[in-house]
């Protein structure tokens, strides 16, 4: 089967895809599980447009929180076009902007809106258009772009968020559990996620221990899974865990270490070396050595969207690409002799 579909925008192109013969469909949604353009179809009957300033002229507060979300930016913002811009890949935009347009990102209608109607897990009566049941939950209408393989190898995933959440323990919680906070009957369309610290608080358990080893300090971390419902960081292959350990007495005498998804890349592809981020289930421990003799060890624990080195490089604001996830001191034990 070939689909073609026009990808609107700066870019005005059409691509043919050959889709594998097993290609998995979302039930609800009808489209291929793991991104591709989406068409919206008609505009549902009892409203003029489907756009987001359309639905927002009804829907005030929805819009106003997707406006501040990362969904409508997700086409548009510096960090994914640094990415884009060098290969203008069609293939992005299928998750980045899937309706062509590039400044709506992620708009109202590629979650809402199919065939003439507008989908939401329950529908009240009360409203001007056409409506229909549909889950709206994460393994329909998250997964399609939260977990993909890398374009070039259908066996490795790129981002895996809803497989990860699928072997959490907090798999009964749905995405929107934890990403569309309630607020009165609605829920929030903020989408909060890695830059929230709210949210990035309760992410991990940290337990931390310290020893003296004749001239060196050891600090070792035990990090688990708390309120987070998948691996942490979970997305995007840049994201990445940074550990900061340093003498209370001294603290210019820092060390960091850095923990994220290693890959290999090579003719064949890229290859999976190591996993090293905090999982869904289970733990990762972490070690740094401090050289020199200490009484109390502080550390920290943050979340980087991008590497250090990229964001220095490109003068992202340290704001807008690294959050704390933890910080604490520990008393360092004398060394043990065996
Ligand atoms: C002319 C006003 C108007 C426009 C335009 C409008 N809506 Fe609605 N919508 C409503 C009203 C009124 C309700 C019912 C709200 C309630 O239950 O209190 C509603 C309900 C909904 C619901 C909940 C399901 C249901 O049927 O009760 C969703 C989801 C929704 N709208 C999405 C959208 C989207 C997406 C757009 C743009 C494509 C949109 N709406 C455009 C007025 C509008
Ligand atoms: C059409 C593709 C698409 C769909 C469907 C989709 N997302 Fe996203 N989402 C994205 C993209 C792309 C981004 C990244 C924006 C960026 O930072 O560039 C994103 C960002 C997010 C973020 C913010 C991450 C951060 O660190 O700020 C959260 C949370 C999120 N999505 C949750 C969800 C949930 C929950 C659902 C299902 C209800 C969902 N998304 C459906 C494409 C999608
Ligand atoms: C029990 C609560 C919980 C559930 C359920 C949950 N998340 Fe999260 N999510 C978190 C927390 C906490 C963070 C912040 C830590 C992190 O970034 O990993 C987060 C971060 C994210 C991010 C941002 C990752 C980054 O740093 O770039 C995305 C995207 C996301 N979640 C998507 C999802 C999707 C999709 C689902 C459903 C399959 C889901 N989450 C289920 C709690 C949850
Ligand atoms: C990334 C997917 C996504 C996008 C984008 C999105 N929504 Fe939603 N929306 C949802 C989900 C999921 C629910 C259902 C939450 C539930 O009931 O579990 C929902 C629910 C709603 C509801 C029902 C009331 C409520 O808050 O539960 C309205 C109205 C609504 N959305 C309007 C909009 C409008 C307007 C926009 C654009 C400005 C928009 N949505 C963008 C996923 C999305
Ligand atoms: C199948 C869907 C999908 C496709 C295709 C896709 N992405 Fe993404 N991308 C996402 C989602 C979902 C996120 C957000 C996850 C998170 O927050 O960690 C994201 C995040 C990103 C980010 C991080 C943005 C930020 O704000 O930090 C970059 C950069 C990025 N993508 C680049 C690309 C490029 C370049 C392509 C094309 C080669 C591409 N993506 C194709 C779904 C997709």
Do not use: K
Not at 32 to 56: F, K, L, N, R
Not at 208 to 234: F, I, Q
């Amino acid at each position: 089967m070939t689909l073609l579909f026009a990808l609107l925008g700066g870019l005005a192109v059409a691509i043919a895809t050959a889709a594998a013969q097993t290609e998995e469909v979302d039930p609800y949604l009808g489209i291929p599980v793991g991104g591709g353009p989406i068409d919206a179809g008609p505009v549902p009957a009892g409203i003029d447009a489907i756009d987001a300033a359309s639905c927002g002229a009804c829907h005030e507060q929805h819009a106003r929180e997707w406006a501040a979300s990362a969904h409508r930016t997700a086409f548009t913002n510096a960090i994914f076009q640094a990415e884009f811009e060098p290969h203008r890949r069609p293939y992005c935009q299928r998750c980045h902007a899937p309706r062509g347009e590039p400044s709506a990102g992620v708009d109202c209608a590629v979650c809402h809106v199919r065939d003439g109607a507008v989908l939401n897990p329950t529908i009240s009566g009360r409203a001007p258009h056409a409506g229909r049941v549909a889950p709206l939950d994460g393994t329909l209408a998250c997964a399609r772009c939260h977990d993909f393989a890398f374009e070039s190898q259908p066996d490795l995933g790129l981002q895996r968020t809803v497989q990860e959440w699928v072997g959490s323990r907090h798999h009964d919680t749905p995405c929107q559990g934890c990403h569309m906070p309630r607020r009165g009957r609605a829920r929030s369309h903020r989408f909060p996620g890695g830059l929230d610290p709210g949210l990035l608080e309760h992410a991990i358990r940290v337990e931390a221990r310290a020893v003296s080893e004749g001239s060196r300090t050891r600090l070792t971390l035990t990090m688990s899974t708390d309120a987070a419902g998948h691996a942490v960081p979970t997305g995007d292959i840049f994201r990445r865990l940074e550990v900061t350990a340093w003498p209370v007495a001294a603290p210019a005498r820092r060390e960091r270490v850095q923990r994220w998804r290693r890959f290999r890349v090579d003719r064949a592809g890229w290859h999976e070396r190591e996993d090293q981020r905090v999982p869904e289930t289970g733990e990762r421990t972490v070690e740094v050595i401090l050289d020199g003799v200490a009484d109390r060890v502080g550390y920290r624990v943050d979340l980087w969207r991008t590497s250090p080195l990229r964001a220095r490089h490109r003068g992202w604001p340290l704001r807008d690409v690294r959050r704390r996830l933890r910080a604490g001191t520990v008393r360092v034990e004398p060394a043990t002799r065996r």
